[in-house]
């Protein structure tokens, strides 16, 4: 047997600090290149979005681009680009994030910048009316003109949740977003875009006391409003199996994604931690068990993917969340067929465990993963804001390689068995074109 | 009014450590040191050119499905032990191979790739397996606009070179026998003109060092690999492709590029960010921020061995596709005959040269930064003679530039989209072909 890989782990140093405002700020100093990377994360997300106002979370994340207190439309991006620097914003589950990574001496143009929309976006009713515009040509390009748009990121969870917040569609629909006006978008900035709701981290060629002198000119004075209580998103695990499909009228080929219910990754990290490697062992590279198996066996599937949440980020999501396997079959290929294959090869680690070496060769190759993200100056601002965020532990980057590596077989068998067809929600694409 | 704080002083590109050796099967080695994560980085860039199509990309899909002593499995659990994952791809002037690891597995990566270098058995049942997931992946993109407009614009821009085909027919694609797999592995899978680099947390002397040792025994002199260069771009009607149905349209605009050698490829990227280049561009801030008729208009240079291109692409509207033409016409135009404002510059200017120090500011970005230049002949001491050229370049420079290459007289245009719709539209500002 080989000897298991020694997992190696990264030292970014993280200092934390809390202004007097509530912007809870981490600074992660690295010079071994001359670049920073600057990320605020607001503690609002698809989930947060009121009833009949779809997609308003995304779109406000566009708003937050159209000029700010001190700035006109389009000086944003003219003067983060002009500073020879990239940007851009994300609309998640549980937290919106804006971002730049910049040469190392733009650092206080991107605190300025972060601040200034922090302190307010300018809310017009043209800007609105504009971005509504771009939204629906991003939904066009992402959902509504190529196959299998939105699945199953959009589409699986109706099936897999009954509440709004857990259940609807976070890109919105052109109905709602029609309708979204500059009052509800100034209420959602006031609720929810509070100094005390939000995180800054800096992470990349910085010193640590001037990046803090930095920080607090420009963020100091952000008027302080805390941050509003988070409802529970919490409902109860599934009894008995769900089943839908839909035809895709661009989609030539059958497609399958199931979910399950997974622990609660904030309240319980070691328990949910198995699950984030279950999901590896069964699908991550040739010698994964389910591309071994129904792919290179059984030619039941040409491609298949296994991962945390509805938007992939095992470490940047709270309760409720899933596990989701999604395949793509060959032309007639039966997902009934694929979704049995998939329970006996669950069964198969719940009840004869996992091979000599699996395990270890696969926490190897999610530590390179994790490290690799962890290299850009950007993901590494982004993740430890997220994770300051909602874990209060932005250092918890250096140590995932290795949490994940303490991962136990015993753990992940246990986990495999907890995968049962009544605890399954899934969601079969029927192909509307002939391939 | 707050004042935007000024840009620190610029740091001066910081190029990386780095060693080159040829080794005496012709294979050049590369070696570039970051630190900043324990992993490696590994690209093989293998001239490809004049390879027939359908072969060469069934090659890339099968390349790592087994050698006289492993199977595909094998491979990757053996890859996996040390963290490690390979892949290859292709395009007309390259077969490229790309991996990483945890540093410590670099010797057993390049052992493995030397097993599949020397030794790649193109089993008869994995090709036939490949074979068929290459086929269902083509008839997916053949649902995809991007794919389909890309395909009419190479037919469109290229003619007869060998260029204007870079996706097979999956009725190519099934005629592909493992034998004509292994003949075509044993003509141009070698050493012999390709070149290795290796990014990571090592001194490159040891990575060169690791290299010779496992790839001594991988031998072959260069095949002649010249595609002949492109032809000039040949003004005409705009060629309109119907997409039934289509909800938007996929503008594609072709014009002349330049290779990064030539004295004005400085001047030239400039004004094509000026045009499209970035999101802080006349077109991006006209045809999305001021009419809201698109999600993200690009344009860029495309290199290829044998010739570069300037593509600029945008998916707009069904219904406003012509005056989204229209436009972009006019920004073309407008930078053809008027020179740019010396700020627009100078932001662009800062922008490219941000760009440079990002770019190379991770192990991945190296690897794929110098891998791509060595295809050229360039070394990444490139990027310092090209930020000197950025640095360098005047107003009538780009001036210059932009009226020799961005004139809306020589740009050759696709559209993709609902031709019953948008037809009329087209037609009423230029002569319009059916495809």
Same mark, same amino acid.
């Given at each position: ?6 997992? !190696?782990?990264?030292? /970014? !140093? ?11 700020? @981490? ?14 994360? /607001?503690?609002? *997300? ?11 979370? %995304?779109?406000?994340? %566009? ?40 040469? $190392? ?25 504009n971005q509504v515009d771009v939204v629906k040509e991003e939904i066009r390009v992402n959902v509504l003109n190529r ?54 981290? @800096?992470? *990349? ?9 930095? =920080?607090?000119? %420009? ?26 499909? /839909? ?33 590896? =062992? ?34 940047? =999501? ?34 004869? *465990? ?39 532990? !932005? ?36 192909? $509307?074109?002939?391939? | ?6 840009? $620190? ?80 791809? %292709?395009? !007309? ?51 995809q606009p991007a794919?389909l407009v890309r395909?009419a614009l &190479? ?23 493992? *034998? ?46 010249? @595609? ?10 705009l060629v309109l492709v119907d997409r039934?149905g289509s909800v938007q349209s996929s503008l594609r605009i ?21 045009f499209g280049? /970035?999101f802080?561009s006349r077109w991006t801030e006209n045809i999305r921020e001021d009419k809201g008729y698109t999600y993200g208009p690009h344009s ?11 593509i600029a692409s945008a998916e707009v509207a069904t219904e406003v596709t012509g005056p989204a033409l229209l436009e972009t016409r006019y920004e073309l135009?407008? &930078? ?75 740009a050759?245009t696709v559209v993709l989209g609902d031709a019953a719709a948008v037809e009329g539209q087209l037609a009423a500002l230029t002569?319009v072909?059916?495809?």
């Amino acid at each position: 047997m080989v000897r298991p890989t020694k997992i !190696p782990a990264t030292k /970014y !140093p993280v200092e934390r600090l809390t202004l007097g405002n509530g912007l809870r700020v @981490v600074l992660s100093p690295d010079r071994s290149a001359s670049v920073v990377g600057v990320a605020v994360v /607001y503690d609002v *997300g698809i989930r947060s979005e009121p009833e009949g106002r779809t997609g308003f979370a %995304h779109l406000f994340e %566009h708003l937050m681009f159209q000029g700010s207190e001190n700035l006109e439309k389009l000086a944003h991006f003219r003067h983060v680009q002009g500073a020879g620097g990239t940007f851009n914003g994300s609309t998640h589950l549980d937290y919106t994030d804006y971002f730049e990574a910049l040469p $190392g001496n733009a650092l206080e143009r991107a605190l300025f910048l972060e601040a200034d929309r922090m302190r307010g976006p300018r809310l017009t009713d043209e800007n609105l009316r504009n971005q509504v515009d771009v939204v629906k040509e991003e939904i066009r390009v992402n959902v509504l003109n190529r196959p299998y748009g939105g699945f199953p990121w959009l589409k699986l969870p109706p099936v897999m949740f009954d509440t709004f917040p857990n259940a609807h569609d976070g890109y919105g629909s052109f109905v709602d977003l029609d309708s979204a006006t500059v009052d509800e978008a100034a209420e959602f900035f006031q609720r929810y875009y509070a100094s005390g709701n939000a995180v800054l981290a @800096v992470a *990349g060629d910085l010193d640590v006391a001037e990046a803090q002198a930095l =920080v607090e000119r %420009h963020f100091g004075d952000v008027p302080e409003r805390p941050a509003p209580q988070r409802p529970s998103f919490a409902e109860p695990d599934l009894t008995a199996e769900r089943r839908a499909q /839909y035809t895709d009228p661009l989609a030539p080929l059958p497609a399958v994604a199931a979910a399950w219910r997974v622990p609660d990754p904030g309240a319980d990290l070691t328990a949910y931690l198995p699950y984030v490697v279950l999901a590896e =062992v069964l699908t991550d590279g040739d010698a994964s068990r389910l591309v071994e198996r129904l792919i290179l066996r059984d030619r039941s599937a040409t491609s298949v993917g296994g991962y945390i949440g509805a938007m992939g980020e095992p470490w940047e =999501v709270r309760d409720p969340t899933v596990l989701i396997l999604q395949a793509f079959l060959p032309p007639g290929g039966s997902v009934d067929k694929v979704l049995r294959t998939v329970d006996e090869e669950l069964d198969r680690i719940a009840t004869g *465990g996992l091979a000599p070496g699996e395990l270890a060769r696969t926490q190897a190759r999610m530590a390179t993963h994790l490290l690799r993200e962890s290299d850009p100056v950007i993901s590494r601002a982004l993740r430890m804001a997220v994770l300051e965020q909602q874990r209060g532990r !932005p250092e918890l980057l250096n140590e995932l390689p290795r949490l994940v590596a303490s991962v136990t077989a015993e753990q992940v068998v246990a986990a495999a068995a907890t995968l049962r067809p009544e605890r399954r929600a899934s969601l079969e694409v029927i192909p $509307g074109v002939q391939a | 009014m707050r004042e935007l704080p000024a840009l $620190g002083p610029n740091r001066k590109l910081k190029l990386p450590k780095q060693a080159e050796q040829t080794l005496d099967n012709g294979l050049t080695v590369i070696a570039i040191r970051r630190s900043a994560v324990p992993l490696v980085e590994l690209r093989l860039r293998v001239p490809f050119g004049r390879a027939p199509l359908a072969r060469a990309m069934l090659l890339s899909q099968t390349l790592f499905s087994g050698t006289s002593t492993m199977s595909t499995t094998d491979i990757a659990a053996g890859l996996q032990t040390v963290g490690g994952a390979l892949d290859a791809g %292709h395009d !007309p002037d390259r077969l490229l191979i790309s991996g990483n690891a945890l540093v410590t597995g670099l010797d057993r990566m390049l052992e493995i790739l030397a097993g599949v270098l020397t030794d790649a058995t193109y089993p008869t049942d994995e090709v036939a397996t490949e074979r068929e997931v290459l086929v269902d992946h083509l008839q997916v993109a053949q649902q995809q606009p991007a794919h389909l407009v890309r395909v009419a614009l &190479l037919k469109r821009m290229y003619g007869r070179h060998p260029y204007a085909v870079q996706t097979p027919e999956p009725g190519q694609v099934k005629g592909v026998r493992p *034998g004509q797999l292994r003949a075509l592995h044993a003509d141009r899978v070698r050493p012999d003109g390709a070149t290795l680099v290796i990014v990571g947390d090592l001194p490159p002397e040891r990575a060169i060092e690791a290299a010779a040792k496992a790839l001594d025994g991988w031998t072959g002199l260069a095949r002649d690999a010249v @595609v002949p260069p492109v032809p000039p771009l040949e003004t005409g009607p705009l060629v309109l492709v119907d997409r039934p149905g289509s909800v938007q349209s996929s503008l594609r605009i072709a014009l002349p590029g330049l290779p990064r050698q030539h004295p004005d490829h400085a001047a030239l990227q400039l004004a094509n960010l000026v045009f499209g280049g /970035y999101f802080s561009s006349r077109w991006t801030e006209n045809i999305r921020e001021d009419k809201g008729y698109t999600y993200g208009p690009h344009s860029g240079i495309e290199h290829s061995v044998a010739g570069s291109a300037l593509i600029a692409s945008a998916e707009v509207a069904t219904e406003v596709t012509g005056p989204a033409l229209l436009e972009t016409r006019y920004e073309l135009g407008r &930078l053809a005959s008027l020179p740019v404002e010396a700020e627009e510059l100078e932001q662009a200017r800062r922008y490219a040269l941000g760009s440079l120090q990002l770019g190379i500011s991770t192990q991945a970005g190296l690897a794929t930064h110098a891998a791509e230049y060595a295809g050229y002949g360039l070394r990444l001491d490139y990027l310092a003679e090209h930020a000197a050229k950025l640095a360098a370049a005047t107003r009538e420079d780009v001036f210059t530039a932009a009226q020799q290459y961005l004139a809306p007289a020589r740009a050759v245009t696709v559209v993709l989209g609902d031709a019953a719709a948008v037809e009329g539209q087209l037609a009423a500002l230029t002569e319009v072909q059916r495809a």
